[in-house]
């Protein structure tokens, strides 16, 4: 079963904008995670918040968390061509500690 | 430093056969876990392997199995295919167990079922 579910399943921008994309989910979380995947291949992870923050950078990247609504963003700023990729979001149910559990995905295509 | 590879990158079995897919770990990495993701999908929790034993395990049935070896590194298998089991199989490791641990992704096997 997918905890998560990213809004929009599908964003195009042009290079240079920001994007954002929003994560909700369902019960209560340890932390959160983004991954970004190019093309069907393995995941790299971005950034992890955990359940007592609200804010965290690492780069261009933004990602806040509201787990009185249990819903996360993730902002690009000053997006480039690169980051074309599907964007995941991951949350750790806080009863199971080891187990992260993957939304369906944010499509972002970067236009030059 | 290399980071985690799996074997082999393509696959194409038929509905009954088995499969068996390779994984190793990161350097210094104890604990492999493995996901499905099928097309469109996001990655879904098959298993976890640390000190090798199954840790953890989703929601997926018996016919699914896997196994972890004194160097950490891990297989998993797949008995009696189904169309269904058609999708990526991702591996990621970390240094222990535990959520907060950051999980490195191999770049998967693909699977194909006919």
């Known amino acids: 079963s997918q905890q998560g579910e990213e809004d929009p399943q599908a964003l195009s921008i042009q290079e240079g904008e920001n994007a954002t994309m929003n994560c909700s989910y369902k019960?209560?979380?340890?932390?959160l995670q983004w991954y970004r995947q190019n093309s069907g291949r393995g995941l790299v992870h971005l950034i992890l918040?955990?359940?007592?923050?609200r804010e965290k950078h690492s780069g261009r990247l933004r990602v806040t968390l509201d787990t009185s609504k249990k819903s996360s963003s993730l902002l690009i700023t000053a997006s480039r061509a690169a980051d074309t990729a599907s964007y995941f979001c991951?949350?750790?149910?806080?009863?199971?500690?080891?187990?992260?559990?993957f939304g369906k995905g944010t499509r972002l295509h970067i236009l030059p | 430093d290399a980071g985690v590879t799996q074997s082999p990158t393509h696959l194409i079995k038929t509905r009954g056969q088995q499969v068996t897919l390779r994984c190793s770990p990161k350097?210094?990495?104890?604990?492999v876990s493995w996901y499905q993701q099928a097309l469109g999908q996001g990655p879904q929790f098959i298993f976890q392997?640390?000190?090798?034993?199954?840790?953890q395990r989703g929601n997926f049935p018996d016919r699914f199995s896997g196994h972890q070896f004194p160097n950490y590194s891990s297989e998993l298998n797949v008995n009696a295919l189904l169309l269904g089991d058609s999708a990526l199989y991702l591996c990621?490791?970390?240094?222990?167990?535990?959520?907060?641990?950051?999980?490195?992704f191999g770049p998967g096997t693909r699977l194909l079922v006919l």
């Open positions: 990621a490791s970390s240094p222990g167990t535990g959520s907060m641990k950051t999980q490195y």
């Open positions: 019960t209560s979380i340890n932390n």
């Open positions: 918040i955990r359940s007592n923050e």
């Open positions: 991951a949350t750790a149910p806080g009863n199971r500690d080891d187990k992260i559990i």
């Open positions: 350097s210094g990495h104890d604990t």
């Open positions: 392997y640390y000190e090798e034993e199954e840790r």
